[in-house]
């Protein structure tokens, strides 16, 4: 790992860009991010060993910017992880090298922390970036089967997602949190390598007591799958075996037992959908290496269940329940 570290003061927020081979948006990105109305900021990227040349112009035209060149790729969560140890502002703002922030995002953020105190991280309204009168989502849903999607997707911006709320899970495409308690619950589940970290992380911040809002004028425009694919086998692998583990290491007790049932109906339902559409190969490889993640899995449930702060109830206010069937479909059409 090699790191250019450029003279700054302490900054009040640290922004963390995550890059691999962005060529296409991270310029972009980083023009967003310096036309923000709200200048306190550091900016940190860490590159995935990326091979375009995508950092190099980075380091030529944002000097500014503290690069870390990473030697191999080690992931969405693992690299997010590594910028927040080097973060030194107060907050921690997690931004994609496809999302880019209209200019009072970071500001209007801001605002949110001395409206709501009592909240302690924050999602923004993803427009998509190639249409913004259609919503890329309003923070993430998830339902008591262990699913997850992004609340919102694919409607008009007109019609949902203009009211200031508590949700679930902000999407981490750009997502701003308070950096102590991101640290203090160990940030992203490295072992997840990408897809449903934010929502585990989420899962295991609410356990600790901490709350999300939903800021409907921090507004940025995503791309989503830029680097990986929307639906790409690797997404299929990733994300299906991570909600597993999710499920597994979070679900308290008395939810967990009751709610078992419509996971496995859910992960069933999946294997034969994609089986179906030609990613049969991800979809099984991806269930059963989360089975034999299980062990792991309750070891690290051991370790997160002996901090639950909170009574069930809560946790169970926050999900999202019904019948399996219409959730489904809404998983499926992200």
Known sequence: MTETIPNYSLPMVSVVILNWNGNEVLARCLEAVYSQTYQDFEVILIDNASSDGSVEEVEIRWPMVRVVRLERNIGFAAANNLGARLAEGRWLALLNNDAFPDP??????MDATQRYPEYTFFGSRLL????????????????????????????????????????????????????EVFRQVGGFEEDFFCYHEDVDLSFRL?????????VPDAVVAHVGSASTGERSDFAVYHGHRNLVWSYFQNMPATLFWKYLPAHLIANLIFLIYYSIRGQGKAIWRAKWDALSGIPTALRKRRRVQSNFKVGTAEISRLLEHGWLKPYLFRFLAR
Do not use: K, M
């Open 104 to 109: 009072e995002w970071l500001g209007t953020l």
């Open 128 to 179: 998509q970036a190639r249409d913004r009168n259609v919503l890329d989502g309003t923070g993430d849903v998830y339902h008591v089967s262990g699913l997850a999607w992004r609340r919102h997707y694919n409607h008009p911006v007109g019609e949902l997602g203009s009211i200031t709320e508590e949700i679930f899970s902000p999407c981490a495409a750009a997502a701003l949190y308070l950096l």
């Open 206 to 214: 609410h356990l600790q007591g901490h709350r999300c809002i939903y």
